[in-house]
């Protein structure tokens, strides 16, 4: 596991303003069958990019993820990916859950788990293993090939979720707390693997998360919903410079400055 106080690696810049997004979300609007859950929701991720979402519960941070899995189809608006309007879960998608325990398969490897995304993509066997092996050691768990899940910690697993959704060489992975449930080291751990591996792939991120410091820590923006029903009300620009620290990064002046931002957002939001 990369060192918890490392910094976290550079990402290749990119500016929004000259890049087609590779997610548009235009005035979307989801109910399922009572009051409105999301409402005029207009968002654009721009390929590369880590897009946090942040809000009190109940404002459908969950349910916008959803959306963007292909998973629920909106009421009213629509939302295009690479350019084609969403219908769908899609290979090009990948999602990282918060329970890893029930998202592995427990009498599978970890090497087998990984391979269960190759074979539902119909590669050859032969052409398997040299992928699931890459992709073992980007995640740091090349030493635990021909380990069960119930063997391994909890970040272990996480980051073998993640090595399984990275198999499917995702566009835009979606994550939903994946490290809600770790210890705060293993925690700051996993950010910066998962900055490393990001880069590696130049895939784009959107992550829910309730810590407003991993929010801050891992995004190059911030969006802030509201509840009831759940919509954008405001979007922070995280202008610190990359490759980020543990240390030095937290403790920085616009470091502090969106923490206490972010804090008063939601601080009312909860009001």
């Not at 997004?21 to 409105?36: E, F, K, Q």
């Not at 939302?79 to 090009?92: C, H, M, S, V």
């Not at 427990?106 to 995304?117: C, D, E, H, I």
Request: proline letters at 7%; one cysteine or more; hydrophobic letters at 40%.
């Amino acid at each position: 596991m990369v060192n918890k106080i490392a910094a976290a690696p550079l990402r290749a810049p990119f500016t929004r303003e000259e890049q087609a997004p590779l997610v548009r979300l235009l005035d979307v609007n989801l109910s399922l069958g009572g009051p409105p859950i999301l409402k005029d929701i207009r968002l654009d991720l721009t390929p590369g990019e880590f897009v946090c979402v942040i809000g009190p519960s109940g404002c459908g941070k969950t349910t916008l993820l959803r959306l963007l899995a292909g998973l629920f189809q909106p009421s009213d608006g629509r939302i295009f990916f690479n350019g084609k309007e969403l219908k769908g879960p899609t290979q090009d998608i990948s999602v990282v859950f918060q329970d890893y325990g029930k998202a592995l398969l427990p009498w599978r490897t970890a090497a087998g788990n990984v391979s269960l995304a190759l074979e539902a993509a119909r590669l050859p066997k032969a052409e398997r293993g040299p992928i699931i092996a890459d992709l073992l050691r980007k995640t740091g768990l090349e030493r635990h090939a021909d380990k069960y899940p119930g063997q391994m910690s909890g970040g272990m697993q996480q980051r073998l979720q993640i090595a399984r959704c990275l198999a499917q060489n995702p566009s835009l992975l979606l994550m939903d707390e994946p490290f809600g449930a770790l210890d705060a080291m293993t925690r700051q751990g996993l950010q910066d693997e998962l900055l490393e591996i990001l880069a590696a792939t130049g895939a784009t991120a959107f992550f829910v998360t309730h810590d407003l410091e991993e929010a801050i820590y891992l995004s190059d923006r911030v969006v802030g919903l509201l509840p009831h029903p759940g919509r954008v009300a405001e979007v922070f620009e995280v202008d610190l410079p990359r490759p980020r620290h543990q240390l030095e990064t937290r403790e920085s002046p616009e470091f502090l400055r969106l923490r206490r931002e972010l804090t008063r957002f939601i601080t009312a939001a909860e009001a």
